[in-house]
């Protein structure tokens, strides 16, 4: 028994370390986006996305402000009712990227600064480790028509993914 145990560990360690990663195709491996580079490299994202489960729908919504702030709303509704909303910036300031999502019945309706810590040709991670939940924001270019987001963390001391597989609605 103990050694199923210990099998089933060291099976599961890979499986949690990689949970939140789909496999793309990344032509570069880079810390950081190249210098200078603004928000260009997300310009794809500016678009309308949806994911419809039954009746749950997530809608998220961006737009190019300038060359260094992105403006976006997400919403999810049931049945026709919001059940949820925030809004959403992405900036690209002193060489950092920072996804910065508010949400006005959390963090006392402040916004909460996470910082992309990699990039490649399509997966973009943000991470704020001091963040209650979650502490990291995933967006994944899987083709030009859809996108991926997970966004993961401990609540609580409890490990917890949520994960949408969103389409671009055509202009």
Same mark, same amino acid.
């Not at 961006?62 to 049931?78: Q, R, Y």
């Not at 049945?79 to 508010?102: A, M, N, Q």
């Not at 019945?105 to 943000?126: C, H, I, R």
């Given at each position: 028994?103990?050694?199923?145990?210990?099998?089933?560990?060291?099976?599961?360690?890979?499986?949690?370390? *990689?949970?939140?990663?789909?496999?793309?195709?990344?032509?570069?491996?880079?810390?950081?986006?190249? &210098?200078?580079?603004?928000?260009?490299? =997300?310009?794809?994202?500016?678009?309308?996305?949806?994911?419809?489960?039954?009746?749950?729908? #997530?809608? &998220?919504?961006? %737009? $190019?402000?300038?060359?260094?702030?992105?403006?976006? %709303?997400?919403?999810?509704? *049931?049945?026709? /009712?919001?059940? =949820?909303?925030? $809004?959403?910036?992405?900036?690209?300031?002193?060489?950092?990227?920072?996804?910065?999502? +508010?949400?006005? /019945?959390?963090?006392?309706?402040?916004?909460?600064?996470?910082?992309?810590?990699?990039?490649? +040709?399509?997966? #973009?991670? #943000? &991470?704020?480790?001091?963040?209650?939940?979650?502490?990291?924001?995933?967006?994944?270019?899987?083709?030009?028509?859809?996108?991926? *987001?997970?966004? /993961?963390? +401990?609540?609580?001391?409890?490990?917890? $993914? &949520?994960? =949408?597989?969103?389409?671009?609605?055509?202009?």
């Amino acid at each position: 028994m103990i050694k199923l145990i210990k099998l089933f560990s060291l099976l599961l360690i890979p499986i949690v370390i *990689v949970s939140c990663t789909q496999p793309v195709n990344n032509s570069s491996q880079d810390n950081k986006l190249p &210098e200078n580079s603004g928000l260009k490299p =997300f310009d794809w994202l500016c678009e309308h996305w949806v994911e419809e489960k039954g009746d749950t729908v #997530f809608h &998220e919504i961006w %737009t $190019k402000t300038n060359d260094t702030v992105f403006a976006g %709303t997400g919403c999810m509704l *049931v049945s026709g /009712d919001t059940v =949820f909303s925030e $809004k959403l910036r992405l900036e690209y300031r002193e060489h950092e990227t920072y996804y910065i999502p +508010t949400v006005d /019945d959390q963090n006392n309706g402040n916004p909460v600064f996470f910082t992309l810590f990699a990039s490649g +040709t399509d997966t #973009f991670p #943000f &991470e704020n480790k001091a963040h209650d939940y979650p502490q990291k924001i995933t967006y994944v270019r899987t083709d030009s028509n859809h996108l991926y *987001v997970c966004v /993961d963390g +401990t609540d609580k001391g409890v490990y917890r $993914k &949520e994960e =949408f597989r969103l389409k671009k609605i055509s202009k």
